[in-house]
């Protein structure tokens, strides 16, 4: 720029331009680095009661089409039977699966509290009949009967699994989101029971699913023992073969959040399987 | 309905999930993003000049006062141009040359002084030019900082009415209204708001701050113009007597 030979000097500008860089860069780092504000994860939500569900509607839940099967005295007594080869075996009458055991993980935040917090499911059924003694032995007798009954009477897989989610929920009848899902997808699932050493065996299937509630994705979690290990192939494959044959879950759009980022399913048999 | 749009923007509210601000920025709509990033040049500027203003203030009084000191201490002013030169580093000091050299010439003309009251209206103005140069040099971008801080508000008002219509938009595509539908549109909304007012903030309180100090130093140099306009004709009036 011309100017007159006395005006004064003028000193250079890049040091305010430096100064503004600095402070725009430096608040911006704050944000990302110390101040919580701008990072805080969404506010966690409560726990939604998707259904409420009676006993009654809890058994007739899982509409599973399983071959009716005439009830036999002694169902649990499964020889370690030649190996099979199938990814998915399909239920033998005699030996079919009693329901296996879901534990629902949610990898971005567990629910902080949950009206009822399902206590194991796969507990053996004499286990939990004693616990449920502790608590009401007047009840106890009376299921006790009914399910004494229903076991005798068939060993239909409903039944059994209305047996197992009927303490959680004898209160009050209400089933949080995750049972029903968990439901869901336990009517799902195939295993051969009488597979060698299959009640060691647990594989986690971490679940992406769409906002309409059909699975995007279902990724066995531990790929390195998928590989390694046949007998683990297998039974994973199952699991997630279960998960991607199950159709659309069943959640509430408002909690899609929730779920977004997968749900981790963990598939065990073990403990039902004896 | 279309189902792309639809599907779209299932898509950008499914997105919507995070709300950092990199990622309020990022899913943001174009319009938006235009917004926000000149508002962020608007503050980064800003406050370039903010810092510009402050530092060369600071650094001016305090040379002014060094002058000032010099000049009043009783030494020749002869001596004092003399180092001085025609390199004024401050306005104090470019104020005096542009009088001091004024004289020299007039003082070099013969007869020239003879006229007294011409050569103190010459030197007043010539001190009063200095005056306005100096300070139009130190005034220069502060319109900058005038006009970031009443437009930067509506800048962002802009980007947040243009985000909100888009969320409206995304509801009436999906038909859902849900509060997981609406609210990320409008948080990325609000953002662009949030910045126009982290702008204009600071811009209009150093405006004010900078203008009053900028006005009180062109007063100080003013009252030194004046003052040193008085000692030269003394002496104008000293030599032709």
């Known amino acids: 720029m011309r100017r007159s030979p006395y005006t004064s000097i003028q000193p250079n500008e890049t040091k305010g331009i430096v100064l503004s860089l600095a402070l725009h860069v430096g608040v911006v780092a704050a944000t990302y680095v110390s101040l919580p504000f701008l990072r805080k994860d969404p506010p966690e939500q409560a726990p939604i009661i998707l259904e409420l569900v009676t006993i009654d509607d809890i058994t007739a839940a899982p509409p599973k089409p399983v071959p009716v099967e005439e009830p036999k005295p002694a169902p649990k007594q499964p020889e370690p039977e030649p190996v099979k080869v199938a990814d998915i075996a399909p239920p033998q009458p005699d030996q079919m699966p009693p329901p296996p055991d879901f534990k629902i993980k949610e990898e971005p935040k567990p629910e902080p509290k949950k009206p009822a917090p399902p206590p194991q499911k796969p507990k053996p059924p004499e286990k939990k009949k004693d616990q449920w003694a502790d608590l009401q032995s007047l009840v106890k007798d ?18 059994d699994q209305a047996k197992v989610i009927a303490p959680n929920i004898s209160d009050k009848a209400t089933m949080t989101e995750l049972d029903a899902i968990r439901a869901h997808i336990e009517a799902c699932w195939r295993i051969d029971p009488g597979k060698e050493g ?50 659309n879950i069943p959640f509430s759009p408002q909690r899609y959040d929730t779920f977004k980022d997968g749900i981790v399913f963990n598939f065990s048999p073990q403990g039902r399987v004896n | 309905m279309d189902p792309v749009i639809t599907q779209g923007a299932v898509n950008a509210v499914g997105a919507a999930n995070h ?21 962020i040049f608007a503050s980064l500027w800003s406050w370039a000049i903010i810092f510009d203003k402050v530092i060369r203030l600071r650094s001016l009084s305090r040379q002014a006062e060094d002058f000032e000191e ?114 990320p549109g409008i948080a990325e909304a609000l953002f662009a708001t949030a910045i126009g007012l982290v702008a204009a903030i600071p811009a209009v309180i150093a405006y004010n701050k900078i203008s009053s100090d900028l006005n009180r130093y062109a007063v100080r140099l003013e009252n030194f113009a004046g003052e040193f306009g008085a000692i030269l004709s003394r002496q104008l009036d000293v030599r032709s007597s």
């Open chain 1, 198 to 247: 299959i009640d060691e065996l647990s594989a986690e299937v971490r679940v992406y699913i769409n906002r309409d509630g059909s699975v995007q994705q279902a990724q066995i979690v531990d790929m390195g023992r998928y590989f390694a290990d046949s007998a683990f192939r297998t039974f994973a494959n199952s699991a997630r073969n279960a998960v991607l044959s199950c159709g």
């Open chain 1, 142 to 159: 009376l299921e006790k009967k009914e399910t004494k009954k229903q076991n005798q009477q068939q060993a239909a897989v409903p039944q």
């Open chain 2, 19 to 39: 709300l950092s601000a990199w990622a309020l920025f990022m899913q943001a709509d174009l319009v938006v993003k235009i917004v926000m990033m000149g508002l």
């Open chain 2, 70 to 183: 010099k000049f009043w201490s009783g030494s020749s002013l002869e001596d004092l141009y003399e180092r001085i030169g025609t390199k004024p580093r401050e306005p104090m000091s470019a104020i005096f040359v542009a009088a001091m050299r004024e004289w020299k010439r007039s003082a070099a003309k013969p007869g020239a002084v003879s006229n007294a009251s011409t050569l103190a209206e010459r030197l007043d103005r010539v001190m009063k030019i200095s005056l306005e140069r100096e300070m139009d040099i130190l005034q220069r971008r502060m319109i900058f900082l005038a006009s970031t801080g009443s437009v930067a508000p509506f800048l962002g008002l802009f980007g947040t009415v243009w985000g909100i219509m888009n969320t409206f938009t995304a509801i009436g595509a999906t038909s859902d209204t849900s509060l997981a539908t609406v609210a």
